[in-house]
């Protein structure tokens, strides 16, 4: 090793289980979207006024992607592979849930039934849940 290698190469080593320190990553941010499309949907059913009805679905997709973008943020940065090995269901879980806020069949970003605003928000929850337990064990 040369002397400059020598010089530059860092003396201490940090390793951490997430990007960031703990505390920035949160279910709730993917919830409060969830929430929101969940609203705009049962707007929408409740207004028949076309220039309204355009709007709210323009507004639901939006939604619908920050949704997904929250959930993949979680999956890909906070959770790791003891995680993914206490909980075997967890990808299976976030693939469920990123497909339901998508543009496919039953995807809320393709429906305006709340019944679908209702299912993300259920897969949503079952994340936190998965979250806050690996949060108390950390």
Partial sequence: MGILSRILRPRLEATAHCDLPCG????????????????????????????????????????????????????????????????????ELFNKATKKAGGGEGGTKSSTDPKTGQELLDYIARIDKIFWETKQAA
């Fill in 24 to 91: 920035v990553y949160d279910p709730a941010q993917a919830r409060i979207e969830a929430e929101s499309v969940k609203a705009i949907q049962e707007k929408y059913q409740a207004n028949e006024d076309p220039v309204f009805r355009e709007r709210a679905i323009e507004i639901k997709e939006q939604r619908s992607d920050l949704v997904k973008h929250h959930l993949w943020v979680l999956w890909t940065d906070y959770f790791k592979p003891p995680h993914f090995e206490k909980y075997p269901e967890l990808h």
